[in-house]
Structures are given as C-alpha cells and as structure tokens.
C-alpha cells in the first residue's frame, strides 16, 4: 500500500481522528499532571493560607466512632475525603477533611461539645498537586469526587497510550516521516537508556 492509498485507509483515518481529538481533550488534564510533576520534582513546598475558628457542637453522650465523625461533619457542613475513625482519646477526636484547594482539621473537645476548625486554604499550583497526589496508590476513597478524579487520573493513562499506539501506527504508515521518526524514537531510547544505566548503576 503506498502511502496516499493509505491515508484513504479507514484504520488509518480512524487512528488520525482519535489521536487528534482525544488528545486535545485530555490535554486539560495532562497540563494538570504535567505542572503539578515539576512541582514535586522541584521541591516547591506549598503555601497555605490558615484560618482558625471554634464551633458548638450538639453531641449525644456515648456517641464515638463513625456516628460521631459523622455527627460533627454534618454539623460543621463539612464534605470532603475523611481522615479520622471518631476514636477518643483524652476527651478529644481528631478529624481530617481534604478536598481540592482545602484541608480542615476538626479537633474535637467530647466534654466541651466544642470543636476546634483549622483551615488550610492553598491556591492554584497547590491544588494541582493536591489532584496529582489524590486518591493515591492503595487508597479507597470514600468521597465522591475522589472516586470520580481517580477514574478520570486512570482514563488519563489509558487514554494516552493509546494516542501513543496510534502515532506509532501513523508514523508507520506514513513512509515519508520513517526516517525522521527513526531518529525520534532512537534518541528517546538512548536518553532511557542512560538513565536506566545511571539509576541501576548507582
């Protein structure tokens, strides 16, 4: 098949249309990752603004455990992914909800029925980083925005190796960028070559 027979090709238009149109649709989210990686690299450490307030809570004796966490969090109109199982200890409970450019730690006084709300307001670059990092490897999140970003993180991947599948598969096709893809695909190959080199030699 020559090479203007195969840009007629129905597998070859199809790889084209999706290796255009999927890529501009996650470039978004590859952004997002791609900043947010410089980010870790570098060390920038975030930034918070805090903010402190105490609240009253209405809490029923005997109440601990997730009833409590639950209790308090309904009550401050807090949602988020929940760090904290409502377990007392010296009269207090400690309860963490994160979400996307907010971290709020709810100490609890049990005897007081107070709580102690400590916010963690980040900008921009720190919620990207957030987003990189959460849910994270091993995690079950209970949030459903957390569960919807870990699927949306995976069809990230998926996504983009096939945009990789298909530029292979055009750069194939097409005979008059073989040489140029050649020396493409070699110089990635022995810059990873090196590194793995380096690494394992370390």
């Given at each position: 098949?020559?090479?203007?027979?195969?840009?007629?090709?129905g597998?070859?238009?199809?790889?084209r249309?999706?290796?255009?149109?999927?890529?501009?649709?996650?470039?978004?989210?590859?952004?997002?990752?791609?900043?947010?990686?410089?980010?870790?690299?570098?060390?920038?450490?975030?930034?918070?603004?805090?903010?402190?307030?105490?609240?009253?809570?209405?809490?029923?004796?005997?109440?601990?455990?997730?009833?409590?966490?639950?209790?308090?969090?309904?009550?401050?109109?807090?949602?988020?992914?929940?760090?904290?199982?409502?377990?007392?200890?010296?009269?207090?409970?400690?309860?963490?909800?994160?979400?996307?450019g907010?971290?709020?730690?709810?100490?609890?006084?049990?005897?007081?029925?107070?709580?102690?709300?400590?916010?963690?307001?980040?900008?921009?670059?720190?919620?990207?980083?957030?987003?990189?990092?959460n849910?994270?490897?091993?995690?079950?999140?209970?949030?459903?925005?957390?569960?919807?970003?870990?699927?949306v993180?995976?069809?990230?991947?998926?996504?983009t190796?096939?945009?990789?599948?298909?530029?292979?598969?055009?750069?194939?096709?097409?005979?008059?960028e073989?040489?140029?893809?050649?020396?493409?695909?070699?110089?990635?190959?022995?810059?990873?070559?090196?590194?793995?080199?380096?690494?394992?030699?370390?």
């Amino acid at each position: 098949m020559n090479e203007s027979a195969a840009k007629r090709n129905g597998l070859y238009l199809w790889s084209r249309k999706i290796h255009l149109y999927l890529g501009i649709a996650i470039s978004p989210f590859l952004l997002v990752f791609a900043i947010s990686t410089l980010m870790l690299n570098h060390g920038v450490t975030p930034n918070p603004i805090e903010e402190s307030s105490v609240a009253s809570l209405e809490i029923e004796d005997g109440v601990e455990g997730p009833a409590l966490v639950s209790t308090v969090l309904d009550q401050l109109g807090l949602t988020g992914e929940v760090v904290g199982r409502g377990q007392i200890l010296d009269g207090k409970t400690v309860v963490r909800v994160s979400r996307p450019g907010k971290v709020t730690v709810v100490t609890v006084d049990i005897a007081a029925r107070e709580a102690q709300v400590k916010d963690r307001i980040f900008g921009l670059m720190d919620t990207m980083r957030y987003l990189h990092l959460n849910p994270g490897p091993h995690k079950s999140p209970t949030w459903t925005f957390s569960k919807l970003w870990g699927w949306v993180a995976d069809s990230t991947v998926y996504i983009t190796l096939l945009l990789t599948l298909t530029g292979v598969y055009m750069w194939v096709v097409l005979k008059s960028e073989r040489r140029a893809g050649l020396i493409a695909l070699g110089s990635g190959a022995f810059g990873f070559a090196i590194i793995l080199f380096t690494l394992l030699a370390l």
